[in-house]
């Protein structure tokens, strides 16, 4: 599986854009980009995910580099309930499928 | 609201007693998943099913079991827990294996 690699740490304050990295230098063509975010206490919950084009929802945005070499995971006004560990995970649309987690990023909120 | 319950959310066990963790979903899914999570890990997959069809992971030890009974319902079986057991087991499922995973809020296992 490609792997990521993800800042172990950050720290942003409430109401503001938060913008975590991801780097996946080894990606493949059939790799899509996922991100889950683990609350507190909590089971992992999807975020977003893409595979070329920047991605939108509810949730947050999802920037992906031209080269696919690295995407970031936007979260335009960030809450205290935003608080969590984000992973930043590669799935083969071929394949097995599976979610392998990394370290991933814990994302601190200060009020 | 359709979801992945697991109970119970914590669980003692005595080192060696088997026990058993137990997770239900009402979204149907055709794909049920056990992760362990030991503190400040990752989640970490031991094994899945599709439907009937049980996939184990290469490197899930064989103190591990799981029985899926039904759509709705899946068991995982600690035979012979030991101390280094103790985790977060988390329990997921998705419509199928290419699918978003839907998690449960996690078992928390303490082995005494």
């Known amino acids: 599986d490609a792997k990521t690699t993800q800042p172990n740490s950050m720290e942003s304050n409430e109401e503001e854009p938060v913008h975590l990295p991801c780097n996946h230098s080894t990606i493949s063509g059939t790799d899509y980009i996922h991100w889950y975010r683990q609350l507190p206490s909590q089971g992992p919950e999807y975020v977003i995910h893409?595979?070329?084009s920047n991605v939108n929802n509810r949730m947050a945005s999802l920037a992906i580099a031209e080269d696919r070499k690295s995407s970031t995971l936007i979260l335009h006004r960030a809450t205290l309930r935003d608080a969590a560990v984000y992973y930043c995970i590669l799935r083969d649309i071929q394949g097995a499928q599976k979610l392998v987690f990394g370290q991933g990023t814990r994302l601190t909120i200060n009020p | 609201d359709a979801m992945v319950i697991q109970n119970p959310r914590y669980q003692v066990t005595q080192f060696g007693k088997p026990v058993t963790l137990s997770c239900s979903q009402t979204l149907n899914h055709n794909v049920m998943y056990w992760y362990q999570q030991k503190s400040s890990q990752a989640p970490k997959l031991l094994f899945h099913?599709?439907?009937?069809?049980?996939?184990n992971e290469a490197d899930t030890p064989d103190n591990f079991q799981s029985r899926r009974p039904n759509t709705s319902f899946c068991f995982l079986d600690i035979r012979s827990p030991g101390l280094g057991d103790a985790a977060m087991y988390l329990c997921?499922?998705?419509?199928?294996?290419?699918?978003?995973?839907?998690f449960g809020p996690g078992t928390r296992l303490l082995v005494l």
């Open positions: 893409g595979l070329t």
């Open positions: 099913y599709y439907d009937k069809d049980f996939n």
């Open positions: 997921a499922t998705s419509r199928t294996e290419k699918m978003t995973q839907y």
